[in-house]
């Protein structure tokens, strides 16, 4: 039905930035606004940034003024741009709709992790 693909994650140390990508099925992309989300070990998921279909954006205030959400709707692709980064912004990030609307369409994440 949908499929939500993400890359991009790797190892880093702080202060270093990283770009990372999600390919989008055009059905759910081109209709919905899109958010990055990540989760760390024993926390709760939570939502980091989202882009609205033409592109107005809303950030968590613990990356406000790091981060840059973006999305390239020909190409059904939303980008999440992270800079200075920190130690507590290692976990797992996967992107979706916002709100979730299905649990089911999540995908397999991108690992970062910040480490000196």
């Known amino acids: 039905q949908v499929q939500l693909v993400e890359s991009g994650g790797g190892l880093v140390q702080p202060g270093g930035s990283l770009r990372l990508s999600c390919a989008a099925s055009?059905?759910?992309?081109?209709?919905?606004?899109m958010g990055w989300y990540r989760q760390a070990p024993g926390k709760e998921r939570e939502l980091v940034a989202k882009?609205?279909?033409?592109?107005?954006?809303n950030y968590a205030d613990s990356v406000k003024g790091r981060f840059t959400i973006s999305r390239d709707n020909a190409k059904n692709t939303v980008y999440l741009q992270m800079n200075n980064l920190k130690h507590e912004d290692t976990a797992v990030y996967y992107c979706?709709?916002?709100?979730?609307?299905?649990?089911?369409?999540w995908g397999q994440g991108t690992q970062v992790t910040v480490s000196s």
């Open positions: 882009t609205y279909i033409y592109g107005s954006t």
């Open positions: 979706n709709t916002f709100p979730i609307y299905s649990e089911d369409y």
């Open positions: 055009a059905s759910i992309f081109r209709i919905n606004t």
